[in-house]
């Protein structure tokens, strides 16, 4: 159930509506209003509002680490309808090696978003259409971004000079 505060929230209260159990938690800050979706659905609630609430412009996908906390990761997804100038923001909250649905199929824009959060975070998106390294070399060890990745990387050594 939506907290009062967000109750008003079309958005909001359309996907409650809709998916009963999928939002696990739900804020509003500073006029930004942030759903925290069950990652088993969010394609589904995606797909929902772009195409019924006309959140037409996914802005952004990137990610948390949350280290040592469990579930690990959010990741973060920035929505914008532009029709009605609304912004939404969702997270799914994962653990260490849990897959989560690309929304590649909802924006073709996502792909290159879940494509840097899998090279920097670690993050696999199921269904991906190219899920491969895009800042990172190819044979590079590890995601620069996690908190417990080495400020030098596993290969640095010192240079005799």
Known sequence: MLPEVLSDHPA????????????????????????????????????????????????????????PQVPRFEVVYHLQSIKSNTLLRLKVRVGEGVEVDSVTGVWRGANWYEREVFDLYGITFRNHPNLERILMPADWEGHPMRKDFPIHGYRYSYRDE
């Open 12 to 67: 909001a209260a359309a996907v409650e509506q809709q998916f009963p159990s999928a939002i696990l938690e739900a804020k509003s800050a500073l006029g930004e209003v942030t759903l925290v979706i069950d990652p088993a659905v969010i394609a589904d609630v995606c797909s929902f509002l772009k195409i019924h609430l006309g959140f037409d412009r996914l802005s952004s996908v990137t990610c948390v680490d949350w280290w």
